[in-house]
């Protein structure tokens, strides 16, 4: 079966993952690939029960189209999340439906143990069915901050400077481990699943405990010269301001707008302890902002303008059709938003706000996890050993009716259509 | 003639363009042609004395190689600069050579009048050679502000709101025009023959009339969803500051940093008339603080404090390994950019500031005219009419001798390659 090529499988399951449902034409027409060799590896994949031919349009013309789908189940990931107030650990599919999941609570300040990410994985790994395990392709990471070449990670909020992640994760794991900044996982997520899907000038920012901008650029994604492109959080708003931040500087964006920030201001005005400064209690400054406390409006107010200063930079720079918030923020929509619009148009040229929207992410909390899914599907298309296992038959699948029917249907037309 | 493709002339003058001087093994390896078309071409361009070859290089396996290079004359280009305190106009040769120029003040706050523009562009044709005259290929126009699909042009410091440049150029003149933003005519400039010829992650500033950034970044131009990428200068720095900025906000960038800025702020605290803003007197504020004016070193450490948070800004976000900065500021280099530098470390992330160079324009005021040349030239490759113009057999050039001599040389050569 090595006839078929690797690139013909490549280029057909990237497009299906990004696009989901495809006619064979489509495939073709995007592919750039000839006809017969799309035929040849879509009935490969069809008795491999990698891809379902679902439904069958009347097209125009009278003649019937397959549409083509994954399995969604040919194949399962990892997911971990570790941006944010809580680290994330999911089993999911191709199309980034979530099996199960693992989360706990993180303190920020103390740096994380590493035994907790593995410990977490472990937990998610020993709940697979063995057919399920089977099928495991690799694990994909989303995780705050930098990280360089040999995966060492250097993220202020999780206390870590120049830390061998991938290092550490490869002596618990004979799992291939893919490794992306959250920055670039979150958008790719919003790309493939969220609101972003069609839009070529897109920024994605988080802000939870720290601020970090995911900037797609004339549908490329914006990388820079040591992949640090997106560096929204340390833009230094004001140099004379108290706060202090955890880069070491004074009045970053972070310092000001992120979740433990945002929290940290209130409660020193109000007298609190502020002692654990955790990202969570910001969802408290919400609910008191809703209730019309003066503190917390005053300090929202002091976040929002600081972050509508920092989008003013990013729509005057980059020119987006679209900006998605998430993180924290989104439990705070109702207070908070409008806020950071305001002040985003009191500070960038009315030609670049003419057209921009501003939305809440469409994905909640599950962004990051969605993320490192689409990061280990599309990293292990690129590797030729374990694109094939995401083609192997499905034999074991708890799908397997399913699949055998189609295999049958399958089996049938394509005699007709060679 | 006609079986010599035109992609494989663009291919090779492109290459040539950018690299100035190439082997023939080199233009095989970059344009990906195979041999018989570089060949081929290379015959063609060479009889035509469209190139030269020149010189010869022993290489290490004793081999001959020719070094090949453009015959500087063998196109011009008329160049217009509308960036700026001055209208700039050259008549240029395919290597940025500069053989005609014309310039002249204008004066801020007043529309610029199209007509202006039209005598300039005139008073250069009327002194051309006819000889010249027949190998002018095309109008390369750098312009300020921002320019829409139509030509039109909006650029608050010519007074222009939609103003159709290209069109009304195009009443004046048979010479093919492309028109393009002075931003991204400039680091244009900078990759071809300043100081970013190697580096795919750049910027370039220029603080003139006006303030915009031209981004190169992971190796494309930075162009936005309307192509406004790249206003750094209506970045509102201060919303409650006195400046009012042309835009009709205040406290943009432009309103604190630009050149009439500067000088209007210093003519303000020093109670001088202010009726006349005029960009070039910015010199004088340069030379007040070189006698350590404190009202000039006022002005200017606001101007820089700005310019840095900006800077800081594009620093974070793109992750650049080079800045260029140009216009005016050129002139005050030893007063200003050490100002403007503490500023850009006091407020970016020590991360992305480490390895970034800040640097002045090696192309001085003519960068503008080489942007708009090198706009010109690329755009002819593009267009086969004015590609085939530029590949015409040289006659009646003065540069004629050198050319036959080079014409035979090759001719002998030519039978052995073959």
Redesign the interface.
Known sequence: LRKIADQWLRDILALLHQRRSVTRGEITHSTGLNPASVSHSLRYLTQNGTILKVGELESNGGRRREVIKLNDDAAYFVAVDLEGSRIRFAFTNLVGGIRYRWEEDIESGAPLNVQRVIDGIQTVLRNLAPAQRTRLIAIGISCPG?INKAGQV?AFNLGWQKFPLLAELGKAFDTPLFLEQSHRTCISAERWLGCAQNS??CVYIAVADGIG?S?F??G?P???????????G???ID?TAPDRCN??KHGCLESIASSPNIWRQYAEKTGRSVRHIAGSKVIEVFERARQKDPVALEVLDRAAEALG??L???T??????LIILGGDLIRGEDVFLHRIVKHLK???????LE?LQVRITSLGPDIGIMGATSLAVQSSLLDSKLLRKICSPVLDSFDGNRRLNTHRKTRSRAKTAL
């Not at 820079?224 to 560096?231: K, L």
């Not at 005057?316 to 059709?321: A, I, Q, T, V």
């Not at 009191?346 to 670049?352: E, I, K, N, P």
């Open positions: 930098i250097t070529d000038n901008a900037i650029v004339d490329h914006l990388v820079g010269r040591d992949q640090m492109a997106g560096e929204l340390h833009i230094v140099p880069c070491g200063f920092a003013a930079c990013l005057n720079l980059m020119n987006p059709e009191l500070r960038a040229m009315l030609d670049s057209g």
